[in-house]
């Protein structure tokens, strides 16, 4: 059975949907969940901080924990695997896992675009080039932990988020071109990285993944995947309440269906939106890891 470490940087559908895919299990529990049985240990946890990304900073400006941090804990996950399962099988289970990292998509909106924190300090390539030195790092320790099988998913576009159509384009709500550009260029510089690392660490699996283009499909042909609404998400007014923001006690609620649309709040895509990105991405790279 494939067994599933899991880090990422908020978007917990990507891998609950991917464990559901692959048949695990119907949700991947949080590594911090104080109801985590050791048993769950054996097929894979969520080590998660939403806000996070690979910037320091940015983790610094949402108040949560940064991918060090993360890293940290997935070193305890190991040691405490240990004590379940024996070192022998430890080892293997964490060398055929699959780890997904997903990250840079806060580094891009908040750290740099919405909170302007970077932009004394950095032009958008630096920046990028700031954001993929830490990328490659984080990649080569957890390889250092004896991970070999680590997926790594690109940014999204991130102008054509509701709330970065709100923030960046005001009354238009068009996508903002310079968020999406970011996004390429980090994106372009990502995949180069990862294709350098998976020939030069021996016996890893280095997979670049792409989610920025299904998303940006299922945004351009809405239609095709049985989408009604692109430019604004499901609760409240859509175009810029976020995670806490959706809640039982906002006047507005939410809308009827969300499988009508693309975005659940104005950042993050609805369960029906991460099914079908998934699925293609599995069948992209699925492949790659074995």
């Not at 080590?47 to 990304?53: L, N």
């Not at 940006?216 to 692109?230: A, M, R």
């Not at 009827?256 to 104005?266: A, E, H, I, M, R």
């Amino acid at each position: 059975m494939l067994k599933g470490a899991f880090m990422k940087d908020g978007q917990c559908c990507v891998f609950s949907c991917s464990v559901e895919a692959f048949g695990i299990k119907e949700l991947l529990p949080a590594y911090l969940d104080p109801t985590l049985q050791p048993e769950d240990l054996l097929t894979g946890v969520v080590i998660a901080a939403g806000g996070a990304g690979y910037d320091p900073l940015t983790a610094q400006i949402a108040g949560v924990a940064s991918l060090s941090d993360q890293l940290k804990q997935f070193q305890e996950y190991v040691e405490k695997l240990k004590g379940i399962a024996g070192e022998e099988r430890t080892n293997f289970i964490i060398a055929n896992c699959l780890i997904f990292v997903v990250a840079g998509s806060n580094d891009i909106s908040n750290s740099y675009f919405l909170s302007g924190a970077r932009k004394s300090e950095y032009d958008v390539p630096s920046y990028t080039d700031f954001m993929l030195n830490y990328a490659s790092q984080f990649v080569k320790d957890l390889y250092g932990l004896g991970a070999r099988r680590i997926g790594v998913l690109n940014v999204p576009p991130m102008g054509c988020l509701p709330s970065q159509r709100t923030i960046g384009r005001g009354v238009l709500r068009e996508c903002d071109d310079k968020q999406n550009q970011a996004s390429q260029l980090f994106n372009f510089k990502l995949s180069a990285e990862m294709d350098g690392l998976n020939k030069n660490l021996p016996n890893s699996r280095v997979v670049y993944m792409d989610i920025y283009n299904p998303l940006l499909d299922l945004i351009i042909n809405p239609t095709k995947y049985g989408f009604e609404v692109v430019n604004r998400g499901c609760c409240v007014s859509g175009t810029i309440e976020v995670v806490k923001l959706c809640n039982q006690f906002q006047p507005a609620g939410t809308c009827s269906d969300d499988s009508k649309y693309v975005f659940w709040d104005s950042y993050h895509p609805t369960e029906s939106a991460y099914k079908i990105i998934v699925q293609q991405i599995l069948d992209k790279y699925a492949n790659r890891f074995f």
